[in-house]
């Protein structure tokens, strides 16, 4: 089988091979119609529409990716289905992150692939999702309490978060800064100045981060005045607030937050970056503080105000508390009760996974190629929380 670059060549597009190649899709093993679609190779740059038809044309001769269980078979193993997509070097970070079964992965969406796995190569993931086929359709979870039940529930049981080395493990922290309850009925307020903002042409997760920091630290380095602005951070977002007259200048949903992250060459700058979901354009938020110990603080909060809507997200599914009845009253007295008729097979309704929505509100989340779809639903839910 010929390697990426001389298919490329084949067919006069060999400009394009590390485009192809650096992205993941280096293998023409794994370049069929189910897996490389337009709107990939326009996030990879290639803005010829003549030249991204013609790639898409030829790649349609090339074998599709067959999904798991389509030959009958199920008794495969997570290291031999990662082989057969010549993903190998990925075995060890499934397993490390629990995924030790086929019954673990059979519903895993791309949102997990990025934020739990950090498998960044758009190429793989697409490798990955094309083998593991359509899912089906997943229903939104059902409306979460009110804010005012939370306030009652949380005095008999705190929400329970998980440590930041398992919620986010960039974090090498024991503990988050704040209570969970501080990100939920208050703000966390810090003081920094707001070295401004630019458009990311091509996404490549906390690196543009990086790269956008180094940037606007050098296009304000003479700059005399630096506005000063207060980053209100809660589990629903973030609000630019100014610091003298405390009006609102701009709020970023949790939606469409991702990549936090220091500068490593300057650890008082940090950025993230955010998605208008209008223009699909990815813009990236650069911000100074005095120290860099409170740009870190900033960072983790960041980290814990996704974890704590992660878990609100999981206590809404929780079943309410069963209120007893007066034939649950009757039995316990040894009383005979009315016969409880089973409910009708078409009444019944299947149990629904929130993995895909809930895992949206982890951090560091990898735009390319994800669903908008199920953005849209994801804010939906967290707006009735």
């Known amino acids: ?32 119609s189910n897996v490389m679609e337009e709107l990939d190779l326009q996030d990879l740059g290639i803005h010829d529409a003549g030249h991204r038809r013609k790639i898409l044309q030829a790649a349609r001769s090339l074998p599709k990716i067959k999904p798991l269980g389509c030959d009958g078979s199920s008794g495969t ?86 440590p930041p080395s398992l919620a986010a493990p960039y974090a090498p922290v024991q503990n988050w800064q704040h209570q969970p309850e501080k ?16 458009l990311i042409k091509e996404l490549k997760g906390t690196e543009s981060t990086q790269d956008a920091c180094a940037k606007m630290r050098k296009s304000t380095e003479h700059m005399k005045k630096i506005p000063t602005i207060i980053l209100s951070i809660t589990y629903k977002g973030v609000k630019f607030i100014d610091a003298f007259n405390k009006n609102i200048i701009a709020e970023h949903e949790i939606r469409n937050i991702s990549c936090a992250a220091q500068d490593p060459d300057d650890l008082c ?16 938020h650069v911000f100074s503080t005095v120290d860099m110990s409170l740009t870190y603080e900033i960072i983790l909060t960041l980290g814990q105000a996704f974890e704590v809507a992660y878990q609100l997200a999981l206590q809404a599914q929780k079943p309410a508390p069963k209120s007893l009845t007066s034939a649950d009253c009757e039995a316990a007295e040894g009383k005979p009760g009315k016969p409880v008729p089973k409910p009708r097979a078409h009444m019944r309704k299947s149990a629904v996974s929130i993995r895909s929505v809930v895992l949206l509100l982890l951090p560091s989340i990898c735009s390319a190629g994800f669903n908008d779809q199920l953005r849209t639903s994801v804010y939906s839910f967290i707006k009735e929380i």
């Not at 970056?273 to 699909?280: G, P, Q, R, S, V």
């Open 1 to 32: 089988m010929m390697c990426v670059g001389q298919w490329l060549e084949s067919i006069g597009m060999q400009q394009y091979e590390s485009k192809l190649v650096l992205n993941g899709f280096d293998d023409v093993c794994f370049l069929g």
């Open 77 to 162: 193993s997570i290291s031999a289905w990662l082989e057969s997509l010549g993903l190998h070097d990925y075995i060890q970070t499934f397993v490390s992150s629990g995924y030790n079964s086929m019954d673990c992965i059979k519903n895993l969406w791309e949102l997990e692939i990025v934020n739990v796995l950090k498998i960044t190569l758009l190429g793989h993931r697409k490798r990955i999702l094309a083998s593991l086929g359509d899912r089906p359709y997943e229903e939104p979870p059902q409306k979460p309490p009110r804010t005012s039940q939370l306030r009652d529930d949380h005095r008999e049981s705190r929400l329970t978060l998980r």
């Open 183 to 198: 990100l939920i009925f208050e703000s966390c307020g810090y003081a920094a100045n707001y070295l401004g903002s630019m």
């Open 269 to 284: 700058t940090f950025a993230y970056i955010t998605k208008d979901l209008l223009t699909n354009h990815h813009y990236c």
